[in-house]
């Protein structure tokens, strides 16, 4: 064999090797960048594609301001949010404390009450146990284990 | 485990089909497939001057193996990541096409290359089987415990086999029989960590509440700490009846990074670094394998007539390779002892240099971390657990043979995942994939047409779900 085929047999294969490599980060990146979400989620379709025209006064978002999932926004719709650890939750909690299905916000007219679903440790909405629903102001914090969220307009 | 996940199902926007990318999974395979036949050509010409008529046989072997791994997986696992495979294919087309290179070398120890190439179809049986028999990752947890079971008594088979079976190279860990050699550690390592898995998400919560903090950090309760102590008890056993440090490091390792994995405590890591540290120390004082080991990782050029002789011609080889190889047939990668199985990591680096090595180091990097992605975005706590002790499996198995073969690390008996030859560590392997291409498709397939919530407003805690 040639010396110069020999080479080229070397540093040839050297190329391939790395194509494939960066063939297979082009499928990480278009991955990434797909799917890229981080920590604002805005609603799953099924909860705010139906909405109707939402009146201009009323919150817009529900914020998760501590615990876990810190950061988290959701955009309100018409539908009740379902919160706990359960997967088909709106707001799944990865939270010790919560319990599976563990509360639910529903919009009545407008306004937004939260209801407790018999969770092992309770719903507070500002150092108040919620019993039955509670009509919830802006900025008012509702706490669930280690998670704290509020409502925005 | 906690945190928010990235989740590429909830950016897709309503109505529009979840792409499956199998054709892109294809387009790869094709792309391995290709490098590893060059490979093969490059070493028969580099070598003989022409090529072999074999050749044919094995494009052909090798191109249907892989194109029964894609139908399969598009039948049966459509959304699963599309990398896992390709990179598969790529690092054991080189293994074969290195082993290969190594027959040429060494013509009157009889061919591997070709046995190679029949337990990769094994593998590849293992992984159909695997992908048919298991259609919800979540139903391997309710076989937790008898997994666990299959997993110790595979490991302690070759403990309690006389040495004329078991025993090879002074490590009691296969089973040889009928001219067949197998390495049931490796099977036992992945049936290990499903049961840890199962384990853990069990038990997450107790390890990781309830605890008394000391120094900053937080420490567990005694109680807590027996399953811990019972891998470590059975991890050492290994060490001592099986004589491989190997295995039991791969194991403790695996064992302490799912616990810390699960709890999100890095207390696990600083008391797991503990209680290896003093083994450690114990093994190096009581056994003399053990110390001589040690020894040849310290200085293997003092040791060169004797023990040390395979690692300081594993460093010999890869100073010969330098940054860009010898090329592919143009080095010596066969003065290393047991450069097939062990030192295949050498022979790569000195046939293809840094460059070469670092990119066959960042396949295995892009298959961890499509694993790792993969339990980042898997709903259920058991597949996270899962997918990530099975790609830190690989991860640490690699590290602790590269650390072996660079001299980083005293030497151990384990394999190189996919590369190296070895039956056993080749066909569970394929089964550990296998396993990441289930649960991958489970994490990256659309979520199902919602149905109603069941009542279960009345139970109060987690329902498990097996």
Redesign the interface.
Same mark, same amino acid.
């Given at each position: 064999?040639a010396e110069i085929? #020999?080479?080229g047999? +070397? $540093?040839g294969?050297?190329l =391939?090797?790395? #194509? $494939?490599?960066f063939?297979?980060?082009r499928?990480?990146r278009a991955? @990434?960048l797909?799917? !890229?979400? *981080?920590?604002v989620?805005s609603v799953?379709? !099924?909860a705010a594609?139906p909405g109707k025209k939402r009146s201009g006064k009323g919150p817009r978002t529900l914020v998760v301001t501590a615990g &876990?999932?810190s *950061?988290?926004k959701i955009t309100l719709g018409e539908q009740p949010i @379902?919160i706990g !650890?359960?997967?088909?939750s709106t707001l799944v909690l990865?939270?010790?404390f919560a319990?599976? +299905?563990h509360a639910r916000l529903t919009n009545r007219g407008g306004q937004w009450y939260v209801e407790d679903?018999?969770? %092992?440790n309770g719903t507070y909405l500002d150092q108040q146990r919620v019993q039955g629903p509670l009509l919830i102001s802006p900025g008012q914090p509702i706490r669930i284990g280690q998670t704290a969220l509020e409502l925005r307009s | 485990?906690?945190?928010?996940t %990235?989740?590429?199902r909830?950016?897709a926007?309503?109505g529009t089909p979840v792409p499956t +990318?199998r054709g892109?999974e294809a @387009?790869?395979l094709v792309?391995?497939v290709?490098?590893t036949l060059?490979?093969q050509c490059?070493v028969d #010409?580099?070598v003989t001057?022409s090529l072999r008529p074999e050749l044919a046989t094995f494009g052909i072997w090798f191109t249907a193996l892989w194109t029964v791994a894609h139908v399969v997986v598009r039948k049966f696992a459509p959304y699963a990541d &599309?990398?896992l495979l390709?990179?598969v294919a790529?690092l054991s087309g080189l293994g074969l096409v290195m082993i290969h290179r190594l027959d040429i070398a060494d013509p009157d120890a009889g061919a591997d290359a070709p046995v190679q190439l029949l337990w990769a179809t094994i593998g590849l049986l293992l992984f159909v089987a695997v992908l048919l028999g298991v259609r919800d990752h979540r139903l391997l947890s309710r076989y937790a415990y008898i997994l666990m079971l299959v997993g110790l008594v595979l490991l302690a088979i070759p403990a309690v086999l006389p040495a004329s079976i078991s025993e090879v190279y002074g490590a009691k860990l296969w089973i040889r029989v009928a001219g067949f050699s197998i390495q049931p550690g490796e099977f036992a390592k992945i049936c290990l960590v499903v049961f840890f898995a199962a384990y853990l998400v069990d038990k997450r919560?107790v390890l990781? =509440?309830a605890s008394r903090k000391v120094m900053g950090l937080e420490f567990p309760r005694g109680r807590d700490l027996g399953p811990v102590l019972v891998v470590w008890v059975v991890s050492i056993l290994v060490l001592v009846f099986e004589r491989d440090l190997g295995s039991s490091l791969l194991l403790f390792g695996i064992f302490v990074v799912m616990l810390y994995v699960a709890t999100e405590r890095a207390s696990w890591v600083v008391i797991g670094l503990l209680m290896f540290a003093g083994g450690a120390t114990v093994a190096y004082q009581a056994f003399g394998h053990v110390q001589a080991r040690v020894d040849t990782w310290l200085d293997p050029f003092a040791y060169y007539d004797g023990s040390g002789y395979q690692v300081a011609q594993s460093l010999f080889g890869l100073g010969t390779g330098g940054l860009?190889?010898?090329? #592919?047939g143009?080095g010596r990668p066969d003065a290393v002892p047991i450069a097939k199985s062990d030192f295949i990591g050498s022979a790569i680096g000195e046939e293809? *240099?840094l460059?070469?090595f670092a990119?066959?180091i960042?396949?295995y990097l892009?298959l961890v971390? !499509?694993g790792l992605?993969t339990s980042l975005i898997v +709903?259920?706590p058991f597949g996270k657990l899962l997918a990530a002790g099975l790609s830190f499996a690989v991860a640490w198995q690699l590290f602790v043979v590269l650390g072996g073969v660079t001299g980083l690390l005293p030497l151990t008996g384990l394999t190189t995942p996919f590369l190296a030859y070895g039956g056993s560590s080749l066909v569970a392997n394929f089964g550990l994939v296998a396993l990441l291409v289930r649960i991958s498709d489970a994490a990256r397939r659309p979520a199902t047409p919602?149905v109603a &919530?069941q009542r279960? %407003?009345?139970? &109060?805690?987690?329902?498990v779900q097996p």
């Amino acid at each position: 064999m040639a010396e110069i085929v #020999l080479q080229g047999f +070397r $540093f040839g294969f050297l190329l =391939l090797l790395w #194509l $494939f490599i960066f063939a297979a980060f082009r499928v990480v990146r278009a991955d @990434l960048l797909g799917g !890229r979400v *981080g920590r604002v989620t805005s609603v799953p379709p !099924r909860a705010a594609a139906p909405g109707k025209k939402r009146s201009g006064k009323g919150p817009r978002t529900l914020v998760v301001t501590a615990g &876990p999932l810190s *950061g988290t926004k959701i955009t309100l719709g018409e539908q009740p949010i @379902l919160i706990g !650890r359960a997967d088909d939750s709106t707001l799944v909690l990865t939270d010790d404390f919560a319990s599976s +299905r563990h509360a639910r916000l529903t919009n009545r007219g407008g306004q937004w009450y939260v209801e407790d679903l018999g969770s %092992t440790n309770g719903t507070y909405l500002d150092q108040q146990r919620v019993q039955g629903p509670l009509l919830i102001s802006p900025g008012q914090p509702i706490r669930i284990g280690q998670t704290a969220l509020e409502l925005r307009s | 485990m906690a945190g928010p996940t %990235t989740d590429p199902r909830a950016a897709a926007a309503p109505g529009t089909p979840v792409p499956t +990318r199998r054709g892109t999974e294809a @387009l790869l395979l094709v792309f391995a497939v290709v490098i590893t036949l060059a490979a093969q050509c490059i070493v028969d #010409l580099t070598v003989t001057g022409s090529l072999r008529p074999e050749l044919a046989t094995f494009g052909i072997w090798f191109t249907a193996l892989w194109t029964v791994a894609h139908v399969v997986v598009r039948k049966f696992a459509p959304y699963a990541d &599309p990398l896992l495979l390709p990179c598969v294919a790529v690092l054991s087309g080189l293994g074969l096409v290195m082993i290969h290179r190594l027959d040429i070398a060494d013509p009157d120890a009889g061919a591997d290359a070709p046995v190679q190439l029949l337990w990769a179809t094994i593998g590849l049986l293992l992984f159909v089987a695997v992908l048919l028999g298991v259609r919800d990752h979540r139903l391997l947890s309710r076989y937790a415990y008898i997994l666990m079971l299959v997993g110790l008594v595979l490991l302690a088979i070759p403990a309690v086999l006389p040495a004329s079976i078991s025993e090879v190279y002074g490590a009691k860990l296969w089973i040889r029989v009928a001219g067949f050699s197998i390495q049931p550690g490796e099977f036992a390592k992945i049936c290990l960590v499903v049961f840890f898995a199962a384990y853990l998400v069990d038990k997450r919560d107790v390890l990781a =509440l309830a605890s008394r903090k000391v120094m900053g950090l937080e420490f567990p309760r005694g109680r807590d700490l027996g399953p811990v102590l019972v891998v470590w008890v059975v991890s050492i056993l290994v060490l001592v009846f099986e004589r491989d440090l190997g295995s039991s490091l791969l194991l403790f390792g695996i064992f302490v990074v799912m616990l810390y994995v699960a709890t999100e405590r890095a207390s696990w890591v600083v008391i797991g670094l503990l209680m290896f540290a003093g083994g450690a120390t114990v093994a190096y004082q009581a056994f003399g394998h053990v110390q001589a080991r040690v020894d040849t990782w310290l200085d293997p050029f003092a040791y060169y007539d004797g023990s040390g002789y395979q690692v300081a011609q594993s460093l010999f080889g890869l100073g010969t390779g330098g940054l860009f190889g010898a090329g #592919l047939g143009g080095g010596r990668p066969d003065a290393v002892p047991i450069a097939k199985s062990d030192f295949i990591g050498s022979a790569i680096g000195e046939e293809l *240099g840094l460059f070469g090595f670092a990119a066959v180091i960042m396949v295995y990097l892009i298959l961890v971390e !499509r694993g790792l992605r993969t339990s980042l975005i898997v +709903r259920d706590p058991f597949g996270k657990l899962l997918a990530a002790g099975l790609s830190f499996a690989v991860a640490w198995q690699l590290f602790v043979v590269l650390g072996g073969v660079t001299g980083l690390l005293p030497l151990t008996g384990l394999t190189t995942p996919f590369l190296a030859y070895g039956g056993s560590s080749l066909v569970a392997n394929f089964g550990l994939v296998a396993l990441l291409v289930r649960i991958s498709d489970a994490a990256r397939r659309p979520a199902t047409p919602h149905v109603a &919530p069941q009542r279960l %407003t009345d139970a &109060p805690t987690e329902v498990v779900q097996p």
